[in-house]
């Protein structure tokens, strides 16, 4: 099954990459227009974009400032059962790689390319919001 993958480095502690991936303050800085959920096994988060997009992940791996997993309950059928997350190892003393993986998709499929695409920037988006305090308005965001 396909996945895709980027990885890159981030001038930020990893346990501020993690809140920024794992909590809904931190997804909604830079991917959700609003979300919800807990940083435990088990919880479900609402992904909410728009009411079309209105999708829902559990997070199925987690270790505290290292890796978060999200596997997909509720989305557009390519999204299912596909699983994505974050996996951060401190480089050195305030600098982050993070390496993103989105895993499990049934083909390389238009939906995979596009969301291959759109990671690319949202994680570019991420990144800037960490580094500069940028946020990019919902509604500019890819």
């Excluded at 479900?44 to 009411?51: G, I, P, Q, R, S």
């Excluded at 982050?96 to 083909?107: C, L, M, R």
């Excluded at 969301?115 to 991420?126: D, I, K, V, Y």
């Amino acid at each position: 099954m396909p996945t895709i993958y980027h990885d890159f480095t981030i001038n930020s502690s990893p346990e501020r990459v993690f809140e920024t991936v794992s909590t809904p303050y931190g997804l909604d800085n830079w991917w959700t227009q609003r979300s919800s959920g807990k940083q435990e096994i088990g919880s479900v988060f609402n992904l909410f974009f728009t009411e079309e997009y209105n999708w829902f992940a559990e997070v199925s791996v987690l270790k505290h400032n290292e890796q978060i997993e999200f596997t997909m309950v509720k989305a557009m059928a390519d999204w299912l059962p596909t699983s994505f997350g974050f996996i951060l190892k401190e480089e050195q003393r305030g600098i982050t790689t993070v390496e993103f993986y989105h895993k499990n998709w049934d083909s390389v499929s238009k939906e995979y390319r596009v969301a291959s695409f759109c990671w690319a920037n949202l994680l570019r988006q991420m990144k800037q919001y960490l580094e500069e305090g940028i946020i990019t308005p919902f509604n500019e965001r890819n």
